[in-house]
């Protein structure tokens, strides 16, 4: 059975920095695109970044290029979020996705974890 646990949501001040992982369990990974995804209160999902299955494409949304980083290890059938620089409107639930292909439709969800940015 496939599991996606997500890990390292928190708060954190304006201009702070954190660093999500989400780790798969029951499939491997290596051939897929992996996605992040935020919801924010009253608002729609969106796609915050995605990596190739060999991780050579990233891909971003305007508000967080230069900001984020998205990363992967297949090794450890994992991928990673690094968030620098955040803003107030960071401030979200991210979901880890495991997508067919970036761009393409998401397979599994992760649970989410809470980001909040706040002074």
């Known amino acids: 059975q496939l599991q996606l646990v997500e890990s390292g949501g928190g708060s954190v001040q304006p201009g702070g920095s954190l660093r999500l992982s989400c780790a798969a369990s029951?499939?491997?990974?290596?051939?897929?695109?992996l996605g992040w995804f935020r919801q924010a209160p009253g608002k729609e999902r969106e796609e915050v970044s995605c990596?190739?299955?060999?991780?050579?494409?990233?891909t971003y949304a305007d508000s967080v290029s230069g900001r984020f980083t998205i990363s992967r290890d297949n090794a450890k059938n994992s991928v990673y979020l690094q968030m620098n620089s955040l803003k107030p409107e960071d401030t979200a639930v991210y979901y880890c996705?495991?997508?067919?292909?970036?761009?393409?439709?998401?397979?599994?969800w992760g649970q989410g974890t809470q980001v909040t940015v706040s002074s």
């Open positions: 996705a495991v997508q067919i292909y970036c761009s393409g439709p998401v397979r599994y």
């Open positions: 029951g499939l491997t990974l290596d051939y897929y695109g």
């Open positions: 990596i190739s299955s060999r991780g050579g494409s990233t």
